[in-house]
């Protein structure tokens, strides 16, 4: 549904997304994954033919997304940024207003503004002047348009910023159900959130594709690469110079909670220092109240891509 | 087609739900009444050689209102919509450049029209009190209502270039009104600078919108100043349009 080859965006001279290559089939809800100033928005923004690249090329639903802009747009749902709205309307009289901008047939609009209000649970709120709306609800009314024409392609543009956890959860359930029907480019800068919601997961860094997996598959990749969780009183000791002395060690992070110490142990892939750790603690008669390998995250996935050259 | 109109109705609508929009038409009526009421009253004063509707659409206060309104409608048109954000949903969805173009031009040309309906109104009124006609023939009216409009649409389309070239809708009030009042005060100086060149006060004169309204309120129709009139608002347009796309490679 999406083909990206060689996008580039300068701003300016700026380099802001170099080189990207990607895919996205159809049926597929791909997860758009970086940092503020990663360029998943400028990257969103070509895709939805609101400006041109400054070379590569890209198509949506098999057009051309500055050649055949019209069509490419016609086939697009598309949320941006922060859900810019025009606020003396109506929500309702906002939504007819899409649906025929977006050329849904004059009989079927009414239908279609209702079918979309009630998915994204915008009943109670149809009279209201769209300034009068909690951002919540602003998000939904951006969700409801780009659903408009039924659209076989969504691109939603960090869809859950700005919401309290509540709403989090709400949207991020009609997402999942959407992608039942729709194929879906999210961007997000919150892990958990494509780690439930994804099937792919882009992660993008400095205007490069990083990595482009399953979500499981990137964290098996670095499962390993975890840590490893210790707290103990240790006495008289240090405890982070013994700590640091076992081999595959790599960095210890060091926490109190009265008299318990607790240590956060960041290991090298594949090592597993549990059992060195706990033959440590024995000979130093350490005592111990929890020791634990921490399970990688996509987080943890994302930290180690982005914070790489920094290390 | 559907598009271009729904786009015109959005237009139009919001001029209503932005406090500006009554702002401009309070003082707008407010003007044209003082106008006309001063007017009428010096008339009954004096003999004079002109008609009402003459001294209506010629006196100082028209002028005035008349050069201040088109920075005030125009100035949100464009700028608005990049400051809000609001230009990225409207140009993701399936509609051309030139249809928002058009159709923020002629929902400015709308409002402006509705504008000039009220005083319309001051003349069936006079003519219903005073007994007799306020100008001397039903062609003053036409040619002085048609002047309006040939000078709304180019000065409109003056406000809609200025609207396009920035975020900031104050700094886009300002360039319209510097660019509309220069153009006003172009048109009189040959009356200031006696000693230019006659093909000089040829070309000043193409730009004089008080000797145009001048001939028209009188009833006389010249093709020249429509033929102006019409093909300038079409630049405007087109350099608007033109300044439009060009947004995308500036962004
Ligand atoms: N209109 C713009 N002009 C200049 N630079 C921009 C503009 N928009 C974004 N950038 C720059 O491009 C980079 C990518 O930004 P963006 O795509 O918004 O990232 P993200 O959406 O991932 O946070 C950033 O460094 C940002 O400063
Ligand atoms: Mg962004």
Redesign the interface.
């Known amino acids: 549904m999406i083909k990206v080859e060689n996008l580039t965006k300068r701003?300016a001279g700026q380099p802001a997304i170099q080189d990207l290559n990607f895919e996205v089939g159809k049926g597929e809800i791909m997860g758009f994954l970086g940092p503020n100033g990663a360029g998943k928005t400028t990257t969103m923004?070509i895709l939805?033919?609101?400006?041109?690249p400054t070379s590569g090329r890209a198509t949506v639903a098999g057009f051309d997304v500055f050649a055949q802009s019209?069509?490419a747009?016609?086939h697009?749902g598309?949320m941006?940024e922060?859900v810019?709205?025009?606020?003396?309307?109506r929500v309702t009289e906002y939504l007819d207003?899409?649906a025929?901008?977006?050329?849904v047939p004059?009989r079927r609009v009414a239908e279609r503004v209702g079918d979309v209000k009630e998915l994204c649970g915008l009943k109670e709120v149809e009279n209201k002047l769209i300034a009068a709306l909690s951002k919540g609800y602003r998000q939904r009314v951006?969700l409801a348009?780009a659903l408009l024409h039924e659209p076989d392609l969504l691109i939603l543009d960090e869809p859950t910023i700005g919401l309290d956890p509540n709403q989090i959860r709400q949207v991020r359930d009609l997402i999942k159900n959407l992608g039942k029907q729709h194929t879906i480019l999210l961007s997000t800068h919150i892990l958990p959130e494509v780690e439930m919601t994804c099937s792919r997961v882009i992660i993008i860094h400095k205007g490069r594709i990083e990595a482009c997996d399953t979500p499981e598959n990137l964290l098996g990749k670095i499962r390993q690469a975890g840590g490893v969780l210790l707290e103990a009183k240790v006495g008289a000791d240090n405890g982070v110079e013994e700590l640091k002395k076992i081999s595959g060690v790599r960095d210890v992070i060091v926490d109190s909670d009265g008299d318990w110490k607790i240590f956060s142990l960041r290991v090298e892939s594949g090592a597993d220092v549990r059992e060195e750790i706990f033959r440590l603690a024995t000979t130093r008669q350490w005592r111990v109240r929890e020791l634990t390998q921490r399970r990688a995250t996509l987080e943890d996935v994302f930290v180690e891509i982005t914070h790489s050259d920094s290390i | 087609m559907?598009?271009f109109y729904?786009?015109l109705s959005?237009e139009v609508r919001?001029y209503f739900?932005?406090p500006i929009a009554y702002v401009v038409l309070i003082f707008f009526l407010l003007i044209a009444g003082v106008d006309f009421y001063f007017q009428v009253s010096f008339m009954n004063q004096r003999q004079v050689q002109y008609t009402v509707q003459e001294a209506f659409f010629n006196s100082v206060f028209f002028w005035f209102a008349f050069v201040l309104i088109f920075p005030l409608i125009t100035m949100r048109l464009f700028a608005e919509e990049f400051k809000?954000?609001?230009?990225?949903?409207l140009?993701?969805?399936?509609?051309?450049d030139w249809q928002v173009v058009l159709s923020k031009f002629f929902g400015a040309l709308i409002f402006y029209i509705i504008l000039w309906i009220p005083p319309a109104f001051y003349f069936v009124i006079f003519q219903y009190v005073a007994g007799q006609p306020a100008a001397h023939s039903a062609g003053a009216y036409s040619g002085s209502y048609l002047m309006l409009l040939l000078l709304g649409m180019f000065y409109l389309s003056i406000g809609c270039l200025a609207s396009v070239l920035t975020k900031n809708q104050i700094i886009a009030a300002i360039i319209s009104f510097c660019a509309i009042t220069l153009l006003f005060f172009l048109g009189l100086v040959q009356f200031i600078l006696l000693d230019v060149s006659s093909a000089a006060r040829d070309l000043l004169g193409y730009f004089s919108a008080i000797e145009h309204m001048g001939t028209f309120s009188r009833g006389v129709i010249d093709t020249r100043p429509i033929v102006f009139y019409l093909s300038m608002t079409v630049v405007m347009l087109a350099l608007t349009h033109q300044a439009f796309q060009s947004r995308?490679?500036r962004?």
């Open positions: 701003y923004r939805a033919s609101f400006m041109p019209l069509q747009r016609a697009l598309y941006p922060n810019p709205l025009y606020s003396d309307m207003y899409r025929a901008l977006k050329g004059h951006g348009d | 559907r598009k729904t786009l959005r919001s739900h932005s809000l954000g609001t230009i990225e949903p140009m993701t969805a399936p509609v051309r995308k490679w962004l």
